[in-house]
């Protein structure tokens, strides 16, 4: 009998810990959402070759810097914008690209592969042959972003502070009408 009572405070609790979780998840420490996710298609290319940058998420101006080519910026209200990558890249380097998001203030790196290779072109052939391009095998860094279809814009530290003072209201609600049940039946 003593478990039937028990369940559903423990289902509470539960629950509890389920609703909290997720927006302790989207939390950065600095207070800053962490939804700045950029991209850059292709994330391997030929020297010459011209990439799409992705501001990924950032509401201002994204500022993008590498080594490989000149600085770009993305404007405030555009979510994408291209760079050329220098005809003199290494071929087989991996090459930092910074994103910096000029609303939030943070900064995120993506690298950037060269492929390497012969520059030749190949001869031509009579039969059709079937070559697996670098952006069909190319994997994304970091995994497929899947996120909540917009349905946690931001979440700060004081919404974090009242979820958690809410889940803590409703233990101590429900540890103290269990201790009082408890105590009405010994006597």
Do not use: K, Q, W
Not at 23 to 30: E, H, K, L, M
Not at 84 to 104: E, K, L, N, Q
Request: proline share 6%; charged share 10%.
């Amino acid at each position: 009998m003593r478990a039937i009572r028990v369940a559903p405070l423990a289902l509470l609790g539960a629950g509890a810990l389920v609703l909290i979780a997720p927006s302790a998840a989207f939390a950065a420490p600095d207070g800053a959402s962490s939804t700045f996710n950029p991209t850059i298609t292709p994330s391997v290319i030929a020297p010459g070759g011209r990439v799409t940058l992705g501001s990924g998420g950032c509401t201002g101006e994204t500022t993008v810097s590498s080594g490989v080519f000149d600085t770009t910026v993305i404007p405030s209200g555009s979510t994408t914008g291209s760079a050329t990558v220098d005809t003199d890249a290494r071929r087989g380097a991996v090459y930092a690209v910074t994103f910096s998001c000029g609303s939030t203030g943070t900064s995120r790196n993506v690298n950037l592969t060269i492929t390497g290779g012969a520059t030749s072109t190949p001869a031509p052939t009579t039969r059709p042959t079937t070559v697996p391009t670098a952006s069909s095998t190319a994997l994304v860094p970091g995994g497929v972003r899947g996120g909540l279809g917009g349905s946690a814009a931001s979440t700060d530290t004081l919404e974090i502070a009242a979820g958690a003072a809410l889940v803590a209201a409703a233990a101590s609600g429900a540890l103290y009408f269990a201790r009082r049940r408890a105590a009405d039946r010994r006597h």
